[in-house]
């Protein structure tokens, strides 16, 4: 049970629909902002800036981070689908195959030594065929035709923001060691982006969702994932550092956009969009002994994380992607539902990762 007060203990199913719907809100209110500087998001919303989805006009799009978490769903999906009829299956070849898919429904052609994956019941839907400025190394890490690997990496200098952005699924699937979550997300994560610090960054995101899924509190998941992003064997130095700092950052309370920024960096790097995520989701945490109003925690943690100069989307993703980890899908302001492009598609991935991990329809 999770030992933070006042918080009503989620069903898995409950909690992954949160987390995965609660990526896509997060993500859709920082994608509407995302290229702004602070001064011109207060410009267009005022002081407080960008607060709710309710502030937005026309449609609320959710961008690559959400299409490329739900491929990274499908690729578990697919997994565990060959596990369950009795017959082993590479974990990251199915997640490099839904990958595949992914890079074709943004225009792009994999190299001719590339595989051609089969069609699945993702690859139908039209909102996850819009080019919504998918991250360059994605595109060219999966471009290659290569599978890349940690000992033998495509992009060895990448280390932006598409691995953490698309690893909350991994944190999600029940049963399993924290170390196979860690390494499964590590792995995926190596097929686009070769940089240590993008694996390392998408594999503690997960291991902290992974906790929470299990039951800790959030400021005990926080620590224990800070301690084991510093005992990581050949730890790339950035990402304790930025943890250590969101940690401190958030004891102090909420600090403006601009020292934000200065402390944690931009979130334009994995480590820092997982920092900025981490520090927002922890200085909105009321104290402890105060109640706990889900909806308003996420409300508020996901305008902090997305009000800054920097890549907004995915921080307001990483963060909507924790909290409904925590606290189910009861922490999800109804009025952004309504305001969500597609939600039915976010669903319905959530329930086939329910339904192959549970075994309810």
Same mark, same amino acid.
């Given at each position: 049970?999770?030992?933070?007060?006042?918080?009503?203990?989620?069903?898995?199913?409950?909690?992954?629909?949160?987390?995965?719907?609660?990526?896509?809100?997060?993500?859709?209110?920082?994608?509407?902002?995302?290229?702004?500087?602070?001064?011109?998001?207060?410009?267009?919303?005022?002081?407080?800036?960008?607060?709710?989805?309710?502030?937005?006009?026309?449609?609320?799009?959710?961008?690559?981070?959400?299409?490329?978490?739900?491929?990274?769903?499908?690729?578990?999906?697919?997994?565990?689908?060959?596990?369950?009829?009795?017959?082993?299956?590479?974990?990251?070849?199915?997640?490099?195959?839904?990958?595949?898919?992914?890079?074709?429904?943004?225009?792009?052609?994999?190299?001719?030594?590339?595989?051609?994956?089969?069609?699945?019941?993702?690859?139908?839907?039209?909102?996850?065929?819009?080019?919504?400025?998918?991250?360059?190394?994605?595109?060219?890490?999966?471009?290659?035709?290569?599978?890349?690997?940690?000992?033998?990496?495509?992009?060895?200098?990448?280390?932006?923001?598409?691995?953490?952005?698309?690893?909350?699924?991994?944190?999600?699937?029940?049963?399993?060691?924290?170390?196979?979550?860690?390494?499964?997300?590590?792995?995926?994560? #190596?097929?686009?982006?070769?940089?240590? =610090? &993008?694996? @390392?960054? $998408?594999?503690? /995101?997960?291991?902290? +969702?992974?906790?929470? %899924?299990?039951?800790?509190?959030?400021?005990?998941?926080?620590?224990?994932?800070?301690?084991?992003?510093?005992?990581?064997?050949?730890?790339?130095?950035?990402?304790?550092?930025?943890?250590?700092?969101?940690?401190?950052?958030?004891?102090?309370?909420?600090?403006?956009?601009?020292?934000?920024?200065?402390?944690?960096?931009?979130?334009?790097?994995?480590?820092?969009?997982?920092?900025?995520?981490?520090?927002?989701?922890? #200085?909105?945490?009321?104290?402890?002994? =105060? &109640?706990? @109003?889900? $909806?308003?925690? /996420?409300?508020?943690? +996901?305008?902090?994380? %997305?009000?800054?100069?920097?890549?907004?989307?995915?921080?307001?993703?990483?963060?909507?992607?924790?909290?409904?980890?925590?606290?189910?899908?009861?922490?999800?302001?109804?009025?952004?539902?309504?305001?969500?492009?597609?939600?039915?598609?976010?669903?319905?991935?959530?329930?086939?990762?329910?339904?192959?991990?549970?075994?309810?329809?």
């Amino acid at each position: 049970m999770s030992s933070d007060p006042g918080i009503p203990v989620p069903t898995l199913k409950s909690r992954i629909h949160g987390s995965l719907l609660g990526g896509a809100l997060g993500d859709a209110l920082g994608y509407a902002v995302e290229f702004d500087s602070i001064a011109e998001i207060r410009q267009r919303f005022g002081a407080q800036g960008l607060t709710g989805l309710e502030d937005l006009s026309g449609p609320c799009h959710f961008s690559d981070d959400t299409q490329l978490t739900l491929y990274t769903v499908d690729g578990l999906v697919e997994a565990l689908e060959w596990a369950n009829s009795g017959v082993g299956a590479d974990v990251n070849a199915c997640l490099w195959l839904a990958y595949l898919r992914w890079l074709a429904t943004q225009g792009e052609e994999g190299a001719p030594s590339a595989p051609a994956p089969q069609p699945r019941w993702i690859d139908g839907n039209e909102v996850l065929r819009q080019r919504r400025h998918p991250e360059k190394d994605c595109i060219t890490g999966l471009a290659t035709g290569e599978m890349g690997t940690a000992a033998r990496p495509v992009n060895a200098g990448a280390k932006g923001a598409g691995t953490v952005m698309r690893s909350a699924p991994f944190g999600l699937v029940p049963h399993i060691a924290p170390d196979a979550a860690y390494k499964l997300s590590a792995d995926a994560a #190596a097929l686009t982006h070769g940089h240590p =610090a &993008a694996r @390392q960054s $998408a594999g503690i /995101f997960s291991l902290l +969702v992974h906790r929470l %899924v299990s039951g800790e509190g959030l400021r005990e998941a926080a620590a224990a994932v800070t301690k084991q992003a510093a005992a990581l064997p050949d730890v790339a130095p950035e990402l304790p550092a930025r943890l250590e700092a969101a940690v401190r950052l958030a004891d102090r309370g909420v600090a403006s956009p601009e020292e934000l920024v200065r402390v944690l960096g931009e979130g334009w790097m994995a480590e820092e969009a997982l920092a900025v995520a981490l520090y927002a989701v922890l #200085a909105t945490l009321p104290a402890d002994g =105060a &109640a706990v @109003q889900p $909806a308003r925690h /996420f409300r508020e943690a +996901v305008a902090l994380a %997305v009000n800054h100069g920097g890549g907004s989307d995915t921080a307001g993703s990483l963060a909507g992607n924790i909290l409904g980890a925590l606290y189910g899908e009861d922490c999800l302001p109804a009025q952004w539902l309504g305001a969500l492009e597609a939600p039915e598609v976010v669903q319905g991935m959530a329930d086939q990762l329910v339904r192959v991990t549970t075994g309810e329809g």
